[in-house]
């Protein structure tokens, strides 16, 4: 099954991280979208319409390292939660390891532990991958805040993930589109329900990075530092492992 991601087609885009070493950085919501960084990276994410937001904030998470937890060391993690009228929900979270740098791919997330139903993309700094599966409720650091706002669910979820690198590996990206997946012991997800599912993943938000023009840090409202009953323990599992960055910022 070959899929095209168009909505993320735009990393070709960025630009090396020189150009933006006298901006200053901000990370919160703008005039064009709920989600932007002003600087390492500059990005803006924008939920499709029907999607109203309904949290966003900044908070710390504790880091793994490997399959461990560190306790001592903290990451920073932005993030913005959107749901729409269908109970359909969009979760960006901007994730900085601080000292660390992120290893590309599942290692240390809840996602060794869980069945891929569909990936695409390189697991390598600058590039997008994008991985659909089954994430139980329980698992889920985002479903608490979308439930104290009256748009959660009980059941398991459907996950659209498209996770991205900056090229010197200290910040995350990921993007999550998600759905309510049918309370059954062992559901079954037929090819032709998958494919559907990835198209109104594919097309659930748009992302922009630094090419086509400039965020003013100016120009966007700080988020706030709170958690708003998101899940640290959990959304660090979601996240993966870190290891030790040689150089320094």
């Not at 390292?65 to 901007?94: F, M, P």
């Not at 869980?114 to 599966?133: E, H, M």
Request: glycine share 8%; hydrophobic share 40%.
């Amino acid at each position: 099954m070959k899929k095209i991601l168009p909505v993320l087609a735009f990393l070709v885009l960025a630009l090396p991280g020189t150009v933006h070493a006298g901006w200053e950085l901000v990370r919160g919501s703008g005039p064009q979208a709920s989600f932007e960084s002003s600087a390492r990276p500059e990005v803006a994410v924008k939920a499709a319409p029907g999607f109203s937001t309904i949290a966003q904030g900044k908070m710390t998470v504790l880091l793994h390292v490997g399959r461990s937890l560190i306790g001592e060391h903290n990451g920073t993690v932005w993030y913005c939660l959107s749901s729409h009228e269908d109970k359909a929900q969009l979760a960006v979270a901007l994730a900085d390891a601080g000292e660390r740098t992120w290893y590309p791919g599942i290692r240390g997330s809840s996602l060794e532990e869980t069945k891929i139903l569909y990936s695409c993309g390189p697991d390598r700094p600058g590039t997008v991958t994008q991985r659909v599966f089954v994430r139980q409720v329980q698992l889920d650091p985002w479903m608490q805040a979308f439930d104290d706002k009256g748009a959660g669910w009980n059941g398991s979820l459907l996950v659209s993930q498209y996770e991205w690198l900056d090229s010197s590996s200290e910040n995350k990206l990921l993007v999550e589109y998600r759905e309510p997946l049918n309370t059954e012991k062992c559901p079954v997800i037929i090819p032709e329900e998958l494919d559907r599912f990835i198209d109104r993943a594919n097309v659930s938000f748009s992302a922009r990075f630094a090419g086509e023009e400039n965020i003013e840090a100016a120009a966007i409202t700080p988020y706030p530092w709170n958690s708003e009953g998101v899940s640290s323990r959990l959304l660090s599992d979601v996240l993966g492992s870190t290891e030790r960055n040689g150089g320094s910022r």
